[in-house]
């Protein structure tokens, strides 16, 4: 029972010139805030023919560009792949699902043991809500994702969903191998990121 899953990971974002960022017609100096690397979680859920599975991943790292009154325009986040936890299994098929998550089939975490996002711009959608445009780095590919993201007292949720073979992950992919069947696992699967800071 195997399946891909995936991590609302990690940003870079180039923090010189700050004074010249901007987010919706709001322009100051940013500043930087950490979040709270103990209560911020990622919670992925992948999907197949005959079922899902989920589990959580930590953060390694995570920081956040703050402009005034606190309008998000950046960000950096490094997410730990040797951290991947299933939660819906027990015992060996627990640890069997979650070494091959971190195998060569799926995240390749010997190799790559890092997902990483860089928030590239913000658009504020109203007075708690942005459209974010992020670069993904999984596996060592970079791709452009874009997702809502709200705002509440102290923190921030988002929700992705991630199509795992822009990342070079094809195990049993059914858009990519024929005649796979019931052995299919979908491609897409979904993050649920909470920030802290």
């Given at each position: 029972?195997?399946i ?36 911020s ?43 991947l ?44 809500s ?68």
């Amino acid at each position: 029972m195997m399946i891909f899953f995936n991590f609302f990971v990690v940003g870079v974002v180039s923090f010189s010139n700050l004074s010249a960022r901007q987010v919706h017609g709001v322009s100051s100096i940013p500043v930087e805030k950490a979040i709270d690397l103990e209560n911020s979680q990622i919670k992925w859920k992948g999907y197949k023919v005959l079922g899902e599975h989920a589990g959580f991943v930590k953060f390694s790292e995570g920081t956040l560009l703050l402009q005034e009154q606190g309008h998000i325009v950046g960000g950096r986040f490094k997410v730990d792949l040797s951290s991947l936890e299933c939660t819906d299994l027990e015992g060996n098929v627990k640890k069997k699902l979650e070494n091959h998550l971190k195998g060569k089939d799926f995240f390749d975490a010997n190799s790559f043991p890092y997902a990483e996002l860089t928030i590239e711009y913000t658009k504020k959608l109203s007075k708690n809500s942005y459209n974010v445009m992020a670069k993904l780095s999984i596996r060592g590919q970079t791709n452009t994702e874009e997702f809502k993201l709200t705002t509440f007292e102290g923190g921030a949720i988002a929700k992705l969903t991630i199509d795992r073979t822009k990342y070079g992950a094809n195990y049993n992919s059914g858009s990519i191998l024929d005649n796979l069947a019931d052995k299919t696992i979908y491609d897409e699967f979904d993050l649920q990121v909470k920030l802290i800071y």
